[in-house]
Nanobody, 121 residues
Protein backbone atom coordinates (compact mmCIF):
# COMPACT_ATOMS: atom_id res chain seq x y z
CA UNK A 1 0.00 0.00 0.00
CA UNK A 2 1.29 3.42 -0.99
CA UNK A 3 0.00 6.79 0.15
CA UNK A 4 0.99 9.96 -1.69
CA UNK A 5 0.53 13.51 -0.40
CA UNK A 6 1.42 16.51 -2.57
CA UNK A 7 2.33 19.96 -1.35
CA UNK A 8 3.97 23.13 -2.58
CA UNK A 9 1.38 24.40 -5.01
CA UNK A 10 0.27 27.99 -5.14
CA UNK A 11 -0.01 31.12 -7.22
CA UNK A 12 3.01 32.30 -9.15
CA UNK A 13 3.69 34.92 -11.81
CA UNK A 14 4.51 33.81 -15.32
CA UNK A 15 8.24 33.21 -15.54
CA UNK A 16 8.46 32.29 -11.88
CA UNK A 17 9.23 29.01 -10.15
CA UNK A 18 7.65 26.54 -7.78
CA UNK A 19 8.79 23.28 -6.27
CA UNK A 20 6.18 20.62 -5.67
CA UNK A 21 6.77 17.88 -3.13
CA UNK A 22 5.23 14.45 -2.82
CA UNK A 23 5.57 12.63 0.48
CA UNK A 24 5.23 8.88 0.04
CA UNK A 25 4.62 6.14 2.55
CA UNK A 26 5.41 2.47 2.26
CA UNK A 27 8.48 0.32 2.58
CA UNK A 28 8.62 -0.23 -1.17
CA UNK A 29 8.67 3.45 -2.05
CA UNK A 30 12.29 3.42 -3.15
CA UNK A 31 11.61 0.73 -5.75
CA UNK A 32 8.52 2.34 -7.28
CA UNK A 33 8.53 4.49 -10.33
CA UNK A 34 7.20 7.94 -9.49
CA UNK A 35 5.89 10.82 -11.48
CA UNK A 36 3.61 13.76 -11.96
CA UNK A 37 0.48 14.35 -14.00
CA UNK A 38 -1.55 17.50 -14.25
CA UNK A 39 -5.11 18.35 -15.13
CA UNK A 40 -6.18 21.81 -16.19
CA UNK A 41 -9.80 22.94 -15.72
CA UNK A 42 -12.02 21.30 -18.31
CA UNK A 43 -9.11 19.29 -19.75
CA UNK A 44 -7.93 15.70 -19.63
CA UNK A 45 -5.07 14.73 -17.37
CA UNK A 46 -1.66 14.89 -18.99
CA UNK A 47 1.67 13.34 -18.21
CA UNK A 48 4.30 15.75 -16.94
CA UNK A 49 7.33 13.83 -15.71
CA UNK A 50 8.47 10.47 -14.37
CA UNK A 51 11.48 9.07 -12.57
CA UNK A 52 12.59 5.47 -12.23
CA UNK A 53 12.77 3.64 -8.93
CA UNK A 54 16.53 3.97 -8.95
CA UNK A 55 16.35 7.64 -9.82
CA UNK A 56 18.63 6.99 -12.75
CA UNK A 57 16.13 7.67 -15.52
CA UNK A 58 13.80 10.60 -16.02
CA UNK A 59 11.18 11.40 -18.62
CA UNK A 60 9.40 14.63 -19.44
CA UNK A 61 6.52 15.80 -21.54
CA UNK A 62 7.74 17.87 -24.46
CA UNK A 63 5.90 20.88 -23.10
CA UNK A 64 8.06 21.02 -19.96
CA UNK A 65 11.45 19.79 -21.14
CA UNK A 66 14.24 22.10 -20.13
CA UNK A 67 12.08 23.88 -17.55
CA UNK A 68 10.87 21.17 -15.14
CA UNK A 69 13.06 18.75 -13.21
CA UNK A 70 11.91 15.67 -11.33
CA UNK A 71 14.05 14.32 -8.51
CA UNK A 72 13.65 11.97 -5.58
CA UNK A 73 15.10 11.89 -2.11
CA UNK A 74 14.87 8.34 -0.82
CA UNK A 75 16.02 9.28 2.67
CA UNK A 76 12.98 11.54 2.99
CA UNK A 77 10.61 9.35 0.95
CA UNK A 78 9.90 12.39 -1.17
CA UNK A 79 9.66 13.17 -4.87
CA UNK A 80 10.00 16.71 -6.14
CA UNK A 81 9.02 18.60 -9.24
CA UNK A 82 11.03 21.77 -9.71
CA UNK A 83 9.14 24.01 -12.10
CA UNK A 84 10.99 26.95 -13.61
CA UNK A 85 10.02 29.52 -16.23
CA UNK A 86 6.38 28.79 -15.60
CA UNK A 87 3.87 29.56 -18.32
CA UNK A 88 0.17 30.22 -17.97
CA UNK A 89 -0.62 26.84 -19.52
CA UNK A 90 0.99 25.19 -16.49
CA UNK A 91 -2.08 26.17 -14.46
CA UNK A 92 -3.54 22.87 -13.29
CA UNK A 93 -3.97 20.48 -10.42
CA UNK A 94 -0.76 18.48 -10.16
CA UNK A 95 -0.95 14.86 -9.05
CA UNK A 96 1.86 12.77 -7.70
CA UNK A 97 1.73 9.21 -9.01
CA UNK A 98 3.50 5.92 -8.34
CA UNK A 99 3.61 2.48 -9.89
CA UNK A 100 5.61 -0.60 -8.89
CA UNK A 101 6.42 -1.28 -12.54
CA UNK A 102 7.09 2.31 -13.49
CA UNK A 103 4.99 5.31 -14.43
CA UNK A 104 4.07 5.69 -18.09
CA UNK A 105 2.65 8.59 -20.01
CA UNK A 106 -0.80 7.03 -19.82
CA UNK A 107 -0.95 5.00 -16.61
CA UNK A 108 -0.08 4.87 -12.96
CA UNK A 109 -1.49 2.76 -10.14
CA UNK A 110 -1.36 5.16 -7.20
CA UNK A 111 -2.44 8.78 -7.13
CA UNK A 112 -2.18 11.55 -4.59
CA UNK A 113 -4.92 14.05 -3.86
CA UNK A 114 -3.41 16.80 -5.97
CA UNK A 115 -2.06 20.28 -5.38
CA UNK A 116 -3.17 23.39 -7.25
CA UNK A 117 -0.74 25.44 -9.31
CA UNK A 118 -1.90 28.72 -10.80
CA UNK A 119 0.29 30.81 -13.09
CA UNK A 120 -0.88 34.38 -13.55
CA UNK A 121 -0.60 36.70 -16.54
Amino acid sequence: QVQLVESGGGLVQAGGSLRLSCAASGRTFSSYGMGWFRQAPGKERRFVAAISGSGGSTYYADSVKGRFTITRDKDKNTVYLQMNSLKHEATAVYYCVADPKGVTATHSTYWGQGTQVAVSS
